[in-house]
Each structure stands twice: as C-alpha cells, then as structure tokens.
C-alpha cells in the first residue's frame, strides 16, 4: 500500500514542531511519509534576533539546523514557488539551481510564516530596515556601525545628526526590543570614536497609536515607557511618517527627523505565498481556518502559525496572535488533528491560553507577564534570560548562548561589520547600496 504523504511547507516555530510531534506519536506506524519543505535548512530563534543586533550574541547561535531535529521526516531545502491547495500539490525550487520538483500531499500543512506590511507605502519599503530574518538584523547592524564610521569623519553638522540618528517605527514588542538594542549598541559602540560623542547618538520611536505596547497590562507598558524614556529614547506617539528620504523622515505634526537608518516594526502580514493560494483569506491575507486548523472547503488542507487565521473559542472566536508561544502549540495539537482524520476520526479544535510575554527594554532590564503575574526591571530581564535559555532548542545553542553572553560580560559586545549578507541576497545588495 502507498504510504500517505504528509507535506509540511515552512521549517519555522510551527512546521519543525509539527514534524517533531508527528515523528514522536507516528513512532509506530509505517504508513505515512512526512516531508519538511523550507527555504533554509535552519530554525531561527526569533527572541534572540535583537541580542544578534545589538552584538551580544553572534549569528550562529541564534540559529539551530533542522536536520539535528529530525530523524524520520524528509527535509528538502527549497524555495517554494507555488502551492495549488486544492490539487494538494507544492513546487519547490532546488537551492542551487533554477530546477523545480513538484510533490503530491495527502495532507498538506501550510506554515509559511508571515513578513513585514508596509501597507502600500512603497517609498518608506525602499528606505527601510525590516528585523524579521538573520539577515534583516545583521544588514541594520552593519549599516549602523557604518554609520559610525562616516560620523566620525563627518564635519557637516545636519549630516552628522543623520548618520547618529535611527528612527524605529512601530512600538509593538519588536520595536520597542529593538529600539532598546539598538540604543545599547550605538552608545556602546560610539566609546570607541575620537569625534563622537555618546549624547549625540539618538534614537527615536515612533507610533501611530497614542500608546506603546498595546498587547501587555497598562501599567507594564507604562513602566516601560518611562524606562525607555530615561534611557534617552525619545517617543512620539499619536504620528506616522508622511515623507521619506535617504537623509530625513517628517512626521504628520510636521518635526522633521534627519536620519540615514529607519527601522520599520510597524506591521507583518503573512508570507507572499499565502497571497497567491486559492482559498478564503482574512482581510490582512491569513488562511482563514476552523478551530481544527483545518481549511473547511478543502479536506486535506491545513494552516497554522504567522500565514493562518486561527479563531480562538476561549475568547469570543478573535484569531491567536502570531507568537511562537502559539505556533508551537498549534503544531503539537494538528499533529494529532491530521492522525485522528486519517484514522477516520473527527479533528478536535485548537485551544490555549496564552502563558504571557517578556519585552526587554535594554541595560539588563525588561517587563514580564506571566499568567496573573508581572515582573519589572532586572527580575524580568532575568527570568527573560533564563526561560528563552531553556526554550532554545539543542545543548550545543543552549552552549553557544551562555558562552556568548560570558564573553561579552568579560569583553563588551561585538562592534564589528561584517559583509556577509550584502553578499548573499540580491535584495539585501540593493538595500545596503542605498544606505
Ligand atoms: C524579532 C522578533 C522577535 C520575536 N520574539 C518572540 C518572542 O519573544 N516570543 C514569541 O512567542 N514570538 C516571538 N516572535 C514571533 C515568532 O517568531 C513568530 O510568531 C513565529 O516564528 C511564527 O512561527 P511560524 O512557524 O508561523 O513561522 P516562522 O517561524 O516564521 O516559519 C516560517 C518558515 O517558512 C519558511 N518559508 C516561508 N516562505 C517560504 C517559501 N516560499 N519557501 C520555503 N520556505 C518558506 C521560512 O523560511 C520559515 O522557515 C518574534 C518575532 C520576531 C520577528
């Protein structure tokens, strides 16, 4: 008999677990293929992108291969280029050559993971800095420490304040984690230059919203204005950018702020491929799915993670956010959707309440919500710390990690550019050629 062919597309928080969780509770069966399709052959380690921006960690530890997860699934790295839902098929491209293979699902997981919105405004797309992949973090942080670099020989004075400038837009948790970051390693980093000094370096945080942190308790949000405020980082709420340039942003009350490095944190939306699938969609672009994660008008076919709309019956139907928090747990229970449906039995739907979120601030600080309770300051930076060393997978990264965060107590953070991704990707050459 065939085996059935069960085909996960994206190797991120959702698709690897979901790999995992079936290789585990599959263990006895010989009936079922599961193949992993992905674009990279490694896991990202999301909550430690910003410790790869500020210098503290290096780019290899931040990151774990698939391969070292999986032992029974088939993993193909390749870049997707079309899904037909209904016929079940995926087409991926090889990584070295322009060759595609086509693969036929029984089941097919989608898992694409979501990118950064700029909702239309293409002018600011072209400027801006994005921090969603390794890349993204590593390009922003060359670009800044060149910025450095040009201030310090820079004499013209407008000039100057562009280059020691960065606007990040968007005070949801990753802006708000990676303005603190960035601020960090720019001060840190500016000790080293004869003609710059520390003050001059600033970093603006800007929001259309009248608020920073919406998803955490108010008073959480509040503290970490304050703290964010006392570390020199200025916030204009209640604005959005109406022009951009290479050297200055305005804002809609009018300021104009010179700057040469804007950060953009300010919407995602799911993966360009999930654009393309032919099947009902949110009005931001997700799968629209049942409970189950199922796609109700195609048997077979799933959604889960950043790319799918998932309702959320413990709390009125409203979609779970995209975390990894989610992702994960979302895997785990369509793992045993998809075994229950080819044992001929009914798929249970997918509920989980959220455990609670850490946003660090910067300098050894940030908020925790955990449950009912709430940590503030170097408690929340800690337990931060500790529960994100015990989640990244692997010893060998658990290791890397530790060692990392050694090195830089006894020695300071990296400050060093390096070239590597202006060498990889096409679109990251032209990024860095305009910054
Ligand atoms: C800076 C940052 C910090 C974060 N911090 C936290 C945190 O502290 N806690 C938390 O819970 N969440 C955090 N998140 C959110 C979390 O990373 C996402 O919610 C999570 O990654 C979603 O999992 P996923 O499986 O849906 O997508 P992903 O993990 O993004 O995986 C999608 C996968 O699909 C692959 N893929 C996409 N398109 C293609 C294609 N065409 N062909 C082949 N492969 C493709 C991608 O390469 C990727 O491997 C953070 C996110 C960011 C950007």
């Given at each position: 008999?065939?085996?059935k062919q069960i085909i996960i597309v994206g190797g991120g928080f959702s698709g690897l677990k979901l790999a995992q969780t079936l290789e585990k509770i599959a263990v006895p069966?010989?009936?079922i293929e599961v193949t992993l399709v992905s674009r990279d052959n490694f896991l990202l380690f999301t909550p430690?992108?910003?410790?790869?921006?500020?210098?503290?960690?290096d780019e290899g530890d931040v990151v774990s291969p698939l391969r070292a997860?999986?032992?029974k699934t088939r993993f193909i790295m390749g870049e997707v280029t079309a899904i037909d839902v209904k016929a079940k098929t995926v087409t991926y491209r090889r990584p070295l050559n322009d060759e595609t293979e086509t693969l036929q699902a029984d089941h097919l997981i989608l898992s694409l993971g979501s990118t950064s919105s700029f909702f239309g405004q293409t002018e600011i797309e072209k400027l801006a800095f994005t921090l969603k992949s390794l890349d993204d973090a590593s390009l922003l942080r060359n670009h800044l420490m060149a910025a450095l670099e040009q201030a310090n020989e820079e004499t013209d004075t407008t000039a100057r304040q562009a280059l020691l400038t960065v606007a990040v837009v968007g005070a949801g948790y990753t802006g708000v984690e990676a303005a603190g970051a960035i601020r960090d390693l720019m001060k840190d980093a500016a000790r080293a230059y004869s003609q710059i000094r520390p003050d001059e370096i600033r970093v603006v945080l800007i929001d259309m919203a009248e608020k920073i942190l919406p998803t955490i308790d108010a008073s959480l949000a509040k503290y970490a204005l304050r703290q964010l405020k006392k570390r020199g980082i200025e916030i204009r709420l209640g604005q959005k950018i109406e022009n951009a340039?290479?050297?200055a942003i305005t804002l809609s009350k009018g300021e104009i702020i010179p700057t040469r490095s804007l950060l953009w944190s300010a919407g995602v939306m799911p993966s360009p491929l999930t654009q393309m699938l032919d099947c009902r969609k949110d009005r931001r672009g997700a799968i629209l799915v049942e409970p189950t994660m199922a796609i109700k008008e195609i048997p077979g076919v799933w959604a889960m993670g950043d790319c799918a709309s998932i309702p959320n019956l413990l709390e009125e139907g409203r979609p779970y956010k995209g975390t990894a928090q989610n992702a994960e747990r979302e895997a785990k229970k369509l793992a045993r959707n998809v075994l229950a449906v080819l044992r001929g039995e009914e798929p249970q739907p997918f509920l989980f309440r959220s455990l609670g979120e850490f946003i660090v601030l910067g300098d050894h600080?940030?908020?925790a919500q955990i449950k009912w309770l709430r940590f503030s300051g170097f408690l929340a930076w800690f337990l931060w710390r500790t529960v994100y060393l015990v989640k990244i997978p692997h010893w060998s990264r658990k290791a890397?990690?530790?060692s990392g965060w050694t090195l830089d107590l006894l020695f300071g953070r990296?400050?060093?550019e390096t070239e590597t991704p202006r060498l990889l990707r096409g679109h990251v050459l032209d990024r860095s050629t305009k910054s």
């Open positions: 008999m065939a085996k069966r010989d009936d430690f992108l910003t410790e790869t921006l500020a210098g503290m960690l997860f999986l032992k340039n290479e050297n600080v940030a908020v890397r990690v530790v990296s400050s060093v």
